[in-house]
């Protein structure tokens, strides 16, 4: 018995020996990670730690000299490629940015900036680093390649928004891009991306294209638009002849708003009739018909140059601006003839179908009505052609004034009395002083008379035959004449 409890009493371990075993145990582990951790703290020295990147490259547990074959193959591979307006691409390459590490030390310094005998503590941290500021690419080679590109050669500027009469009413037209790149930003922005490794510009999204300055949704352009539907909303056209036309219309009454000094958009009375005048002005000439040259054909069938007189007309300036602002201001769209002074007519070079022609050389007078001669006679005797006082003038002319029983009387004397007095029946006055008249006091007319016994300029006619030419003319029928 007692044998047996010796046995028992030496296998049970005493306390002593386990808290021994633990002890060595616990020593091996301690041991073996102070090892790990010295080793670690010596090895993380002169290597990245776990989790690090450099511009997205992998260079966990690298050397500098790992680092630095990577980042340069990186740069070497790297591409970056432009989307332009028109969707088209190019892409920029090493040839173009010609990148190098312009500083290798910088990946030491990355190394150095690490406490390596803190290694273990970054284990599960992600550390990116950034390469940017030791990366140098030859932006001028990028300049020129930049460039040198078809797409940032555009020659169409940007459009602003604006105002405009379209397709029957008045609208805002949108701005339009227009094709033209900023290269400079273009540049700019080239060499930012690529050096933070983005492989993408799209040209249009990041804004590189010139800007138009005005956009549609412009608080001026909506109160010009209101503007302009209130004052403008007009369209006058003027036609002299076939071949020329002047047309005031809404987009022309656009240009004539002007703005307050609040930047309203206001309809200057004083403006528009300046504006207005000014475009009267435009072709009045081609409505001034006075005195002017006028190719003719004779009742003998033969084409002349008739100059001077007074038939013709111009344009009353002061009295059609006052009815275009009227016709403006009532948003009038018609064809319009100006107001004018003296006779004219469109066709026959100004003198119409129906007019007087009286050949002074051959002492000959026509009636023609609608192109046709309805009366003739060369019974007449017209002004002395020896006597510049009294030769009847050439030029064409108009029947200005007539009446019955009228006494001719010459320019008055100083004493107040008068060089001759004649009554005659029928007067048609178309020069001055100068008309149409019965002669009941001549016995003879025609042939050569007004080469020696010539009227003081008038044209004197037979009593009968002028009866009926006071019929025929009326004030304002042309009268010709002609040597």
Not at 216 to 228: E, Q
Not at 298 to 324: D, F, P, R
Not at 453 to 460: D, L, P
């Amino acid at each position: 018995m007692e044998t047996e409890e010796k046995m028992t009493k030496m296998k049970r371990p005493s306390k002593r020996t386990t808290k021994g075993k633990i002890m060595i145990v616990l020593t091996v582990i301690f041991s073996i990670m102070m090892i790990t951790y010295i080793v670690g703290g010596f090895y993380f020295n002169s290597h990245f730690f776990q989790n690090t990147t450099i511009e997205g490259i992998d260079v966990s547990g690298k050397t500098s000299a790992e680092v630095i074959t990577l980042l340069d193959d990186k740069l070497k591979s790297q591409t970056l490629t432009l989307t332009f307006g028109d969707g088209s691409t190019v892409e920029l390459n090493a040839e173009d940015f010609k990148p190098t590490i312009k500083n290798p030390e910088f990946v030491d310094q990355f190394i150095d900036n690490q406490n390596s005998w803190l290694w273990f503590a970054e284990l599960f941290d992600k550390n990116e680093l950034s390469s940017g500021d030791f990366v140098a690419i030859d932006e001028a080679n990028l300049d020129a390649t930049i460039e040198s590109l078809q797409q940032t050669k555009g020659d169409q500027a940007p459009q602003d928004a604006y105002v405009s009469f379209v397709g029957g009413a008045f609208t805002i037209v949108p701005e339009t891009l227009g094709n033209v790149v900023d290269v400079a930003k273009l540049s700019a922005l080239v060499k930012e991306q690529y050096l933070i490794g983005e492989e993408s510009i799209d040209v249009l999204a990041a804004d590189l294209y010139q800007q138009a300055g005005i956009k549609s949704d412009n608080s001026s352009l909506a109160n010009k638009l209101a503007a302009a539907q209130k004052y403008c909303n007009a369209s006058i056209t003027y036609q002299p002849d076939s071949e020329h036309k002047f047309v005031l219309d809404q987009n022309t009454l656009l240009t004539w708003l002007t703005q307050d000094g609040s930047g309203n958009w206001i309809k200057d009375e004083g403006v528009f009739a300046t504006k207005a005048k000014a475009f009267i002005r435009t072709f009045t000439r081609y409505y001034y018909t006075l005195g002017i040259s006028r190719q003719f054909k004779t009742a003998a069938g033969n084409t002349i140059t008739v100059s001077g007189g007074t038939l013709g007309q111009y344009v009353l300036v002061t009295t059609e601006t006052n009815k275009l602002l009227e016709m403006i201001a009532n948003q009038e769209t018609t064809n319009r003839t100006p107001a004018l002074f003296g006779y004219g007519y469109q066709s026959n070079s100004g003198i119409g179908d129906t007019y007087v022609e009286i050949n002074l050389s051959a002492q000959k007078l026509y009636m023609i009505q609608n192109g046709k001669i309805v009366f003739q006679t060369d019974q007449i005797v017209t002004g002395l052609s020896s006597d510049p006082e009294r030769k009847t003038p050439s030029g064409c002319y108009y029947v200005y004034y007539k009446q019955l029983n009228r006494v001719l009387r010459g320019t008055q004397n100083p004493d107040g009395t008068w060089p001759y007095e004649v009554p005659v029946k029928y007067w048609m006055a178309f020069n001055g002083g100068i008309g149409m008249h019965d002669a009941t006091y001549r016995s003879s007319f025609g042939g050569k008379i007004y080469t020696y016994n010539g009227s003081h300029g008038c044209v004197n006619m037979r009593y009968s035959e002028a009866a009926k030419m006071y019929e025929y003319t009326k004030i304002g029928t042309p009268v010709i004449c002609y040597y």
